[in-house]
């Protein structure tokens, strides 16, 4: 398949000259404006542009300028075409991005070699950062199948299963998605990506727990509710541990975690633990992940309870019942919750526990 390019130029005969020149090589498309390459190029990219710097309504620094704030063409090579010979000229269109210059009268050698030269050097680059994309899903796969064993680990301890932590996850992915569609000033791609693949970890601090109080199927004492409590502590010094292992620059999104392990039980009205923190005193990422957690323990069958229907788990966060209360969440990830509830419901339907009969 021939390589494209697209070559803008006012004037009709230099198109035909460049077209005469490349044609046996290259697929060319002519086009006499920055306005129309631009649109152009907005549905197709080419591999690479021939621009000249003269036109009427917008010359070749201006296009340059709008496809360099263009994500989908900041990266196609442009060689500008100009038949001036000040240096000034030259300096400002390199300075804006273009990889070479031709100047006219043209000589068809020095544009096939130029042309040939910088198309090379895009598809080197483009194959690099192929191999890059390709090894970043690789270890971004390691890195969240290694999240989700330790998730595993710790919850499967108390009987929950690896559904679960499935479920927390999805659940995770709908709300920040929507709190990030909604309020992107708060809340962008980036993080919420981070607390989605974090959010499997917030009971990580369970491996601490005995098992004569993580299993217990009766209720609690005092004490015995204090010590369980400390798992959200727990799981952050655990954490914090691990980002001793890394290198300074992959320690901030741990961050990310340590706050969901330490913070998901905190509530909203400052009535929850460890800490006892209000408001936006709780760290974003675990006000979100107190959701899903409630909302998929109300769904849940265990030994000493039923799970309750969607519609009576939606009313209860909604409304309240006397343990559970509108006012430990917050406001915004309660509106989020509100627009993507259905949702939640079949990630909950579609990875269900193994059957439990409750007692």
Same mark, same amino acid.
């Given at each position: 398949?021939? $390589?494209?390019?697209?070559?803008?130029d006012?004037?009709?005969?230099?198109?035909? #000259?460049?077209?005469?020149?490349?044609?046996t090589e $290259?697929?060319?498309?002519?086009?006499?404006?920055?306005?129309?390459a631009?649109?152009l190029m907005?549905?197709?990219?080419?591999?690479?542009?021939?621009?000249?710097l003269?036109?009427? !309504?917008?010359?070749?620094?201006?296009?340059?300028?709008?496809?360099?704030?263009?994500?989908?063409?900041?990266?196609?090579?442009? #060689?500008?075409?100009?038949?001036?010979?000040?240096? $000034?000229?030259e300096?400002? =269109?390199?300075?804006? %991005?273009?990889?070479?210059?031709?100047?006219?009268?043209?000589?068809?050698?020095?544009?096939?070699i130029?042309?040939?030269?910088?198309?090379?050097?895009?598809?080197y680059?483009?194959?690099l950062?192929g191999?890059?994309?390709?090894?970043t899903?690789q270890?971004?796969?390691?890195?969240e199948?290694?999240?989700?064993?330790?998730?595993?680990?710790?919850?499967?301890?108390?009987? #929950?299963?690896g559904?679960?932590?499935?479920?927390i996850?999805?659940?995770?992915?709908?709300?920040?998605?929507?709190?990030?569609?909604?309020?992107?000033d708060l809340?962008?791609?980036?993080?919420? =990506?981070?607390?989605?693949?974090?959010s499997?970890?917030?009971?990580? =601090?369970?491996?601490?727990?005995?098992?004569?109080?993580?299993?217990?199927?009766g209720?609690?004492?005092?004490?015995?509710?204090?010590?369980?409590k400390s798992?959200?502590w %727990? %799981? %952050?010094?655990?954490?914090? !541990?691990?980002?001793e292992?890394?290198?300074?620059?992959?320690r901030?999104?741990?961050?990310?975690a340590?706050?969901?392990?330490?913070?998901?039980?905190?509530?909203?009205?400052g009535?929850?633990?460890?800490d006892g923190?209000a408001?936006?005193?709780?760290?974003?990422?675990?006000?979100?992940?107190?959701?899903?957690?409630?909302?998929d323990a109300?769904?849940s069958?265990?030994?000493?309870?039923?799970?309750?229907?969607h519609e009576?788990?939606?009313?209860?966060i909604?409304?309240?019942d006397?343990?559970?209360?509108?006012a430990h969440?917050d406001?915004?990830?309660?509106?989020?919750?509100?627009?993507?509830?259905?949702?939640?419901?079949?990630?909950?339907?579609?990875?269900?526990?193994?059957?439990?009969?409750?007692k």
């Amino acid at each position: 398949m021939a $390589y494209k390019i697209v070559a803008v130029d006012d004037v009709q005969l230099n198109l035909d #000259i460049l077209a005469a020149i490349l044609d046996t090589e $290259y697929d060319v498309t002519a086009v006499t404006s920055g306005a129309q390459a631009l649109a152009l190029m907005a549905e197709n990219q080419p591999d690479l542009v021939l621009l000249d710097l003269n036109m009427p !309504q917008m010359d070749g620094f201006e296009m340059l300028s709008k496809m360099r704030e263009n994500p989908a063409m900041e990266r196609i090579p442009v #060689i500008f075409v100009t038949a001036e010979q000040e240096d $000034y000229s030259e300096e400002k =269109g390199l300075s804006l %991005g273009a990889v070479d210059y031709i100047r006219k009268p043209y000589n068809s050698n020095i544009i096939r070699i130029k042309i040939r030269n910088h198309i090379e050097l895009k598809a080197y680059r483009d194959d690099l950062a192929g191999m890059v994309e390709e090894r970043t899903k690789q270890l971004t796969a390691s890195h969240e199948a290694i999240i989700m064993g330790m998730s595993l680990l710790s919850e499967s301890r108390d009987g #929950i299963t690896g559904a679960h932590i499935a479920r927390i996850k999805s659940q995770t992915r709908l709300l920040t998605n929507k709190i990030a569609e909604m309020y992107p000033d708060l809340l962008d791609k980036e993080l919420a =990506g981070q607390i989605t693949t974090y959010s499997p970890l917030h009971d990580v =601090g369970k491996v601490a727990i005995p098992d004569s109080v993580l299993k217990k199927s009766g209720g609690l004492t005092r004490e015995e509710f204090d010590l369980m409590k400390s798992h959200t502590w %727990g %799981g %952050g010094d655990l954490l914090r !541990q691990m980002v001793e292992f890394l290198v300074a620059e992959h320690r901030k999104p741990l961050k990310v975690a340590i706050d969901i392990a330490e913070c998901h039980h905190e509530r909203f009205d400052g009535t929850g633990y460890p800490d006892g923190l209000a408001g936006e005193d709780i760290p974003f990422a675990a006000r979100i992940v107190a959701l899903p957690d409630v909302y998929d323990a109300l769904r849940s069958t265990r030994p000493y309870k039923r799970g309750f229907t969607h519609e009576e788990s939606l009313d209860i966060i909604l409304k309240g019942d006397g343990r559970t209360d509108p006012a430990h969440f917050d406001p915004v990830v309660l509106e989020a919750f509100r627009a993507v509830h259905e949702e939640m419901a079949d990630a909950f339907d579609t990875n269900p526990d193994p059957q439990i009969i409750p007692k």
